[in-house]
């Protein structure tokens, strides 16, 4: 059910992203949107976890039960999800589980291997980055190697980055063409690129089914490197020189493990990137990496959202329902009483009520009944031989005599400990000269819990002679 609402979940924050993007247009710069989507992203991560939390202690939600539950009932019944749902959610922890360990493979085999490879690069590059790294603010140290084991310019490492220039690009560019690139990078350093991108990888794998999560994670990453390509210009570097450096990073470049910081990407993405910053209107100063702006607006989306979903009561941990107590024949008009106060404050409403809690336990119930299947066989023999004997030696009940004019017998059982009561009516009639002993009705009266949907009164119709309910 959790995974059922995050798609609506999603849908409505990309929804608003998007309206967002439309109003602000050309003041919405790559820097903030990247960072509402990463706010919306962990904000969709809230909502599962809370979502599964309200499923998993039983809270009941009047909004989702009738938009998410009862769209899903109308498809399959009860029977069938409840056998659907395990398999389901097994299946998706392996995926997940398959998606994370291959993603943590690839990353222990690049750092196993990444030293094998590496060249010193240009000294007229390696004092152009730390000059670089100073002025844009980065206090850790930045290392820069050529490597001939990669085909692509990236960026790995937090707390000791590393810019990798393939050796086979960098001899087809200029000194100044490579600098493009480094600053590229720089960039991804600054903004906190590479953790963000872990957490991007998680909410990836987390959200694998979900279309608009993924069109979300797209998102960022375009937004992300537009960002490093405006940097870029802010330096006054020829655009043109630049998409060309880009362009041949692209021909070199093949497959690269999800959590390195490439330069390139995908050939649609990056010709997006080119039109971006080669227009005159995008080029813009030097956002400065606040998260302000998408913090609160993130803020208002949750409390936007919580005002739709969280319209919730919780159930309370325990409902005592009063025992009921009924002597025998003599009170048997307050039973009667009782259980007619009972069949008339039964609306329209509180049946369908009860239907849908009846529906929801059935695979429950039906599991208890096969447990107590013997029970009620050995108590359903043992009720049939004592009739016979009734009818066979011609007893007369105590009660029959105490009560002649009723001739009704009123048996009265509880459970020692404990409020659950259970109260039985047979009729006693003379019937073809024999006295018979017949089933009128039963009232139980029992203490639930928090667990129980269905409140604990029970009564039922008046039985056939030959039949016993439990």
Request: aromatic share 12%; charged share 15%.
């Amino acid at each position: 059910m959790s995974m059922l609402h995050s798609l609506w979940q999603a849908a409505v924050l990309v929804l608003l992203y998007s309206l967002i993007e439309k109003s602000l247009q050309h003041r919405f710069t790559p820097l903030q949107k990247r960072n509402l989507l990463f706010v919306s992203l962990a904000v969709q991560t809230i909502l599962l976890f809370v979502t599964f939390c309200m499923y998993y202690f039983n809270v009941e939600n009047d909004f989702t039960e009738s938009v998410i539950t009862q769209t899903v009932s109308d498809f399959l019944s009860a029977n069938s999800i409840h056998i659907i749902t395990p398999w389901l959610f097994a299946g998706y922890i392996l995926t997940i589980s398959y998606k994370m360990i291959k993603t943590l493979y690839d990353w222990y085999s690049f750092k196993s291997g990444f030293t094998a490879g590496l060249q010193k690069p240009d000294v007229d590059l390696k004092l152009f980055t730390a000059l670089k790294s100073a002025q844009f603010g980065i206090s850790k140290k930045v290392q820069l190697w050529y490597s001939n084991t990669i085909n692509t310019p990236l960026t790995f490492g937090f707390i000791k980055p590393v810019i990798v220039l393939p050796v086979a690009l960098v001899n087809q560019l200029s000194l100044t063409q490579a600098e493009t690139l480094i600053l590229h990078e720089l960039t991804h350093i600054k903004a906190n690129d590479y953790l963000l991108n872990w957490f991007l990888l998680i909410g990836e794998n987390v959200f694998f089914f979900n279309p608009f999560i993924i069109s979300l994670c797209k998102k960022i990453r375009l937004e992300r490197e537009k960002y490093c390509d405006i940097n870029v210009m802010a330096f006054n570097y020829a655009p043109l020189t630049y998409a060309e450096t880009l362009l041949q990073a692209q021909q070199v470049k093949h497959y690269q493990v999800q959590y390195q910081l490439a330069a390139v990407g995908k050939k649609q993405e990056l010709l997006q990137r080119i039109q971006f910053f080669t227009n005159t209107k995008n080029q813009l100063r030097i956002q400065q990496n606040h998260f302000a702006v998408p913090v609160f607006t993130g803020l208002f989306i949750l409390v936007l959202l919580s005002t739709l979903f969280f319209q919730y009561s919780i159930v309370k941990s325990k409902i005592p329902i009063a025992a009921v107590t009924v002597s025998p024949a003599n009170d048997y008009t307050a039973a009667d009483k009782f259980v007619s106060t009972i069949i008339e404050n039964l609306t329209d409403e509180k049946l369908k009520a009860i239907e849908a809690a009846v529906e929801k336990q059935q695979p429950e119930i039906e599991k208890h009944i096969k447990t107590l299947a013997p029970l009620i066989k050995e108590i359903s023999t043992k009720a049939m031989a004592l009739a016979d004997e009734i009818n066979n030696n011609y007893i007369v009940p105590a009660a029959l005599e105490e009560n002649d004019a009723s001739k009704q017998i009123v048996v009265r059982e509880q459970e020692s400990g404990s409020k659950n009561a259970l109260v039985k009516v047979y009729t006693v009639a003379f019937k073809n000269g024999q006295w018979v002993l017949r089933p009128e009705w039963k009232l139980a009266a029992k203490e639930t819990g928090a667990a129980d949907s269905l409140h604990s009164i029970d009564t039922s119709a008046p039985l056939p002679e030959s039949q016993t309910a439990y």
